[in-house]
């Protein structure tokens, strides 16, 4: 039998059942919808150096170039809208409620504009901001960041502390409990789908395998398949290939 038919058999099982079924997402979910990706052609870190823009030491370094560069990304993605992979799961979730999570390593907000209501940002989000000195973070689109060119980096204007991206850099741990909270989900699901992700960053990485270990039946949907401990794989855009798996 094709892949897509026994994937869609094995989801179909668990919304009839009472099982969990986990997702995790990367970049290339958001590729149809204009978001450049970080690895692949086109991908950001063709163009840009990661250590140089998206690290602490980074940020220490030039605090200014780091803000345009996020300040850049923030222009980009906000004209944009979610594609029909993210409304497909969007709408598995309308079937499934509580017993589905999306844990994205993407910081685009395009899940929950889609409509999903249990998204995790695994590595943060570009709508977010958050103190240097108090970690208090701000969430709020409107606070104005410096155009590019402008010397000034945005502060808080009650403490007047530097604020950053509040994401996730190289070298920086992720949020422990939101990590512990993806294990748990990852291992005690039935299903595990792994879209758009070229499965090079850990700890996301870890997930798929971890997933296998347990038991579960990992899809994963990807032109560029990438991860290991995989069931079936659908070799496709996930904007063609969601809406058919979950429908
Ligand atoms: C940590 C920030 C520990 C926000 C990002 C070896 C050397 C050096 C370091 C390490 C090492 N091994 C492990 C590490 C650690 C490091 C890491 O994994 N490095 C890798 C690269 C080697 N990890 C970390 O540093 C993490 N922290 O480990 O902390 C610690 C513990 C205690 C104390 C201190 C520290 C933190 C990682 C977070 C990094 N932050 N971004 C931002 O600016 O965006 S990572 C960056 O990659 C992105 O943000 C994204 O979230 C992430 C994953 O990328 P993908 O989403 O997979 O995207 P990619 O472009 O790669 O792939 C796109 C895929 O889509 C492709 O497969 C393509 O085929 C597919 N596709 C394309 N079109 C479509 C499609 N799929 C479906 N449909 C389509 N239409």
């Not at 512990?180 to 996301?204: D, K, M």
């Amino acid at each position: 039998m094709e892949p897509m038919k026994r994937a869609r058999e094995a989801l179909r099982a668990v919304k009839a059942g009472e099982g969990i079924v986990t997702v995790l997402t990367g970049a290339g979910i958001s590729a149809e919808s204009g978001v450049p990706t970080f690895r692949g052609a086109g991908g950001l870190w063709r163009e840009h150096r990661a250590q140089d823009l998206a690290t602490p030491e980074a940020f220490a370094k030039d605090p200014q170039l780091v803000w345009d560069f996020y300040e850049m990304r923030r222009e980009l993605v906000q004209p944009l809208e979610p594609n029909p992979g993210h409304r497909a799961l969007a709408a598995l979730e309308q079937q499934l409620g509580d017993r589905m999570r999306i844990f994205t390593q993407n910081i685009d907000g395009l899940h929950q504009a889609a409509g999903s209501q249990h998204v995790e940002e695994l590595h943060g989000s570009l709508w977010r901001l958050r103190g240097m000195d108090s970690g208090r973070v701000f969430d709020d689109r409107t606070i104005p960041l410096p155009r590019s060119g402008d010397p000034l980096v945005p502060r808080c204007q009650e403490s007047g502390e530097m604020l950053r991206p509040h994401v996730v850099w190289f070298g920086e741990p992720l949020d422990s409990e939101l990590l512990h909270r993806a294990q748990l989900w990852t291992e005690g699901c039935e299903v595990f789908l792994i879209v758009g992700t070229s499965s090079n960053v850990y700890p996301a990485a870890g997930l798929a395998p971890l997933a296998a270990n347990a038991g579960a039946t990992v899809i994963e949907v990807n032109p560029d398949p990438a991860a290991s401990g995989v069931t079936f794989t659908l070799a496709g855009p996930s904007g063609e290939l969601l809406p058919k798996l979950c429908e």
